[in-house]
């Protein structure tokens, strides 16, 4: 028969194992002694979850060298479970502590197996933990007591990290398991920590702050960075009707301290373009829908090529997308285009000498780029030239005359030092620019030249300069008669006398 004290242990036991039962269910498995003797076995799964996020620095010993290599760092708030069998014996908790059998703390391998993230001897000393806490109990009121709770929010919450020694100031730090690549043992404590956050998220119960009800977190949505939290239908609403409207500014969070930190922002090109704070793509489609998350990124990109000198639109009228500048090309790479154009072999100059060539300079000379017009756009892959907007022409051939002359015109309707010229000299580049409004006035100094000294043939237009002679004219490309002095066709000859002089006067 059982006696007095196996009896009341039996009830204690029974108590504290219910109570641990209560609140983690899935946690506590109670198996009966193999060996038919009294007492239980008991296996206790506990998670561990920190109160605050806590940087975690992982190390990797080589297993050829015995010098160690650092891992990058990442921010822990739960680390992976750690079980432990006990056997509680039939004097347990008054006379006897339990007994532990066997301790580890699993992460999955690369083979599909398991490995711990702790050490045997930081796993013994977690086992030793419950025998000292039943000595402290038994020495303060007389008698043992049950540890198994306290023990169990001891491991939990994370303090055993601190007396193991794995905690250096406000840094945890852990080795890599042997068996475990390092690579693999950084993936799975980052993957474990975000799934227990995201499990932890939805159980839990959040104010809207739009519509001022709570909700579950399953049907929340968490900003990322402020961390704000709004359930799903009222972001919903809130992202497509900015959407719709074109405030892309309003496609972020909408809390009110969030929407003052934004109004303050000192405004200018630089915020502008920053993507500091801007909200993720894959977060505004699985708010408002793929639909809706293309044209987001539509007006983004058009807004992008706006306020960015250096973009552009694409000239096609269904596509209008946003064209980004090419990368800019390296010394080499304009020093070998260089020399590859001055390899061209005229067939004039095939008798000549070669002349000797000059001294070269301290400096060398980086040769205009020829492909600085070139863009190309990555919706619809469509080629175009960034002065004249037509169809890619290749870098010798030069652009329509109009388009440049109207570029050219705009830049020179603007003020020297202008906000505008700057703009413009970061568009299209400032010697690029220059390059143009040379050859412009070269060009208009040219058409002023033929405009007074030539005359265009009233037949196919080719300008005609009378060097000596009456005004009759003969175009010698088409054989056209005209009149010098007023440009228009003769076609009969009544207008000319006997002498076959013209009279137009």
């Given at each position: 028969m059982e006696d007095e004290v196996e009896v009341q242990c039996r009830i204690l036991q029974e108590e504290e194992i219910t109570a641990l039962e209560s609140i983690y269910p899935s946690q506590i498995v109670i198996q009966p002694n193999l060996t038919g003797k009294p007492g239980h076995i008991v296996t206790l799964t506990?998670?561990?979850?920190?109160?605050?996020?806590?940087?975690?620095?992982?190390?990797?010993?080589?297993?050829h060298a015995s010098s160690s290599s650092l891992l990058p760092s990442l921010e822990l708030s739960h680390l992976p479970p750690i079980e432990i069998r006990l056997f509680l014996p039939p004097s347990y908790p008054l006379t006897t502590p339990p007994k532990p059998i066997t301790s580890r703390a699993p992460v999955p391998t690369q083979d599909g197996g398991h490995s711990s993230y702790l050490s045997r001897k930081s796993l013994g000393k977690i086992q030793e933990k419950l025998r000292e806490m039943w000595?402290?109990?038994?020495?303060?009121?007389?008698?043992?007591?049950?540890?198994?709770?306290?023990?169990?929010?001891?491991?939990?919450?994370?303090?055993?990290?601190?007396?193991?020694?794995?905690?250096?100031?406000?840094?945890?730090?852990?080795?890599?398991?042997?068996?475990?690549?390092?690579?693999?043992?950084?993936?799975?404590?980052?993957?474990?920590?975000?799934?227990?956050?995201h499990s932890s998220f939805e159980s839990t119960a959040f104010s809207c702050s739009i519509c001022m009800e709570n909700r579950k977190g399953k049907s929340c949505i968490q900003m990322p960075g402020c961390n704000c939290v709004f359930c799903a239908p009222c972001l919903a609403s809130c992202w497509s009707l900015a959407i719709e409207e074109g405030t892309l500014e309003n496609v972020s969070c909408p809390s009110v301290t969030c929407v003052k930190q934004r109004a303050t922002r000192v405004p200018g090109p630089a915020s502008q373009l920053s993507?500091?704070?801007?909200?993720?793509?894959?977060?505004?489609?699985?708010?408002?829908?793929?639909?809706?998350?293309?044209?987001?990124?539509?007006?983004?990109?058009?807004?992008?090529?706006?306020?960015?000198?250096?973009?552009?639109?694409?000239?096609?009228?269904?596509?209008?997308?946003?064209?980004?500048?090419?990368?800019?090309?390296?010394?080499?790479?304009?020093?070998?285009?260089?020399?590859?154009?001055?390899?061209?072999?005229?067939?004039?100059?095939?008798?000549?000498?070669?002349?000797?060539?000059?001294?070269?300079?301290?400096?060398?000379?980086?040769?205009?780029?020829?492909?600085?017009?070139?863009?190309?756009?990555?919706?619809?892959?469509?080629s175009f030239c960034l002065y004249c907007s037509a169809t890619w022409h290749g870098p010798h051939t030069l652009c329509a005359f109009p388009q440049t002359s109207l570029i050219v015109q705009e830049y020179l309707s603007y003020p020297e030092g202008s906000e505008q010229r700057r703009l413009m000299e970061l568009r299209r580049g400032k010697a690029n620019l220059e390059r143009m409004v040379t050859k412009w006035r070269e060009d208009e100094e040219n058409k002023k030249w033929l405009e007074s000294r030539t005359r265009a043939c009233a037949g196919c237009g080719v300008r005609v300069e009378k060097s000596h002679g009456c005004n009759h004219m003969t175009c010698g490309r088409c054989n056209a008669h005209f009149c010098y002095r007023c440009g228009s066709s003769v076609s009969s000859l009544s207008k000319l006398s006997p002498y076959r002089i013209l009279f137009l006067y």
């Open positions: 506990v998670p561990v979850s920190l109160s605050s996020p806590i940087t975690a620095q992982l190390s990797s010993i080589s297993q000595k402290e109990d038994k020495e303060l009121v007389g008698e043992g007591a049950g540890v198994l709770w306290r023990w169990w929010e001891w491991v939990a919450s994370g303090d055993f990290f601190s007396d193991l020694d794995l905690l250096k100031g406000d840094t945890l730090e852990l080795s890599v398991p042997p068996l475990i690549a390092p690579s693999t043992f950084h993936t799975s404590l980052k993957t474990y920590n975000a799934q227990q956050l993507n500091a704070g801007e909200t993720d793509p894959d977060l505004v489609e699985s708010v408002v829908g793929k639909e809706l998350r293309d044209r987001w990124q539509e007006l983004k990109e058009r807004r992008r090529a706006e306020i960015d000198p250096t973009f552009t639109v694409c000239p096609r009228p269904t596509c209008q997308a946003a064209v980004p500048p090419p990368p800019l090309p390296t010394a080499a790479d304009l020093a070998s285009q260089s020399a590859n154009s001055n390899r061209a072999i005229r067939l004039s100059d095939l008798g000549r000498p070669t002349p000797p060539s000059p001294p070269k300079s301290a400096q060398p000379v980086i040769a205009e780029d020829r492909w600085a017009r070139y863009r190309s756009c990555p919706k619809c892959q469509y």
